[in-house]
């Protein structure tokens, strides 16, 4: 058996998901974030940066 998770995902303002990225059940992806193509994200993203990978991490923080 594999139940479905029902949880929100939150996605900010300014924010770009690119494409084939896969966001997980209940993460949070704060203002201005940008996630790298084909990223895993597991955990919520800060706002202002930038994150990829599998699973994604910072990759560096976006100036304003």
Known sequence: KFPL??????????????????VGPGVKIGDGAIVGAKSCVYKNVDPWTIVGGNPARLLKERNR
Do not use: E, F, L, R
Request: glycine letters at 12%; zero cysteines; a neutral charge.
């Open 5 to 22: 998770i029902p949880k929100a995902i939150s996605i900010g303002d300014s924010v770009w998901v690119a494409a084939g990225a896969y």
